[in-house]
């Protein structure tokens, strides 16, 4: 993943013109909410960008909040607007691959945006470690990425598409699948794409 390629797409489209814009990711916060009603829980949004996702979870009361992306441009756009709220959240410009997670401190992993450029098997075997490294005992891992019927590209780049069993099965018998969905995202100019939605839990 480029760094410099993130930060030209969020430099050249306004946050709503992105193809994966949505007002709210209601099927997230609805896999959240599930995972605990403990607001202190540490939560990290993966690829998070400008999403909205924090903004929700902070008007839900969640108060241990992370938003990690390769774009420092995306996270700079989402701190303006969240405003004084941005004090309330780590902000981590990093690559989910390399960065180094406090063994052990995440209670929910969550992630719409990043796993489905993972085309090599090398850096979905990262990955996962990375989750493994951070996530707690019994802690959620909620992973979003294109369905079989979804986009073969994204952004200029290549991605993989999963069936809810193939993308359970990237994460192995680590986690137990407790839920999974097939969800239709409209992109901001009409167009509908393929989403699935695996809700885990590390089980050891």
Same mark, same amino acid.
Request: charged share 20%; proline share 4%; net charge negative.
């Given at each position: ?16 013109? =992105? ?34 996702? =924090? ?25 303006? &607007? ?6 309330? @959240? ?5 690559? =989910? ?6 063994? *052990? ?14 085309? /090599?098997? @090398?850096? &979905?075997?990262?990955? =996962?470690?990375? @989750? ?16 079989? *019927? ?10 993989? &598409?999963?069936?809810?069993? /193939?993308?359970?099965? /990237? ?34």
């Amino acid at each position: 993943m480029s760094k410099s390629h993130w930060e030209q797409v969020y430099g050249s489209k306004a946050p709503d013109a =992105v193809s994966w814009y949505a007002p709210h990711l209601d099927e997230s916060l609805g896999y959240i909410h599930s995972a605990s009603v403990n607001t202190d829980i540490a939560i990290v949004d993966v690829g998070g960008g400008e999403s909205t996702l =924090v903004d929700d979870l902070l008007d839900a009361g969640y108060s241990n909040l992370a938003v990690m992306d390769l774009s420092e441009r995306a996270l700079e756009v989402c701190q303006t &607007r969240l405003g004084e709220r941005a004090a309330n @959240v780590r902000w981590l410009a990093a690559d =989910v691959l390399e960065y180094e997670f406090a063994p *052990q401190s995440i209670d929910i992993w969550h992630d719409r945006a990043v796993f489905h450029f993972l085309t /090599e098997h @090398v850096q &979905r075997q990262r990955y =996962v470690a990375q @989750v493994l490294k951070a996530l707690k005992p019994a802690g959620h891992a909620i992973v979003g990425a294109f369905g079989p *019927q979804g986009p073969t590209q994204c952004s200029g780049l290549p991605v993989a &598409r999963y069936s809810s069993n /193939e993308l359970h099965d /990237e994460f192995g018998s680590t986690f137990q699948l407790l839920d999974h969905s097939m969800t239709l995202h409209t992109t901001p100019w009409g167009a509908t794409q393929q989403f699935v939605y695996c809700y885990c839990r590390r089980e050891h």
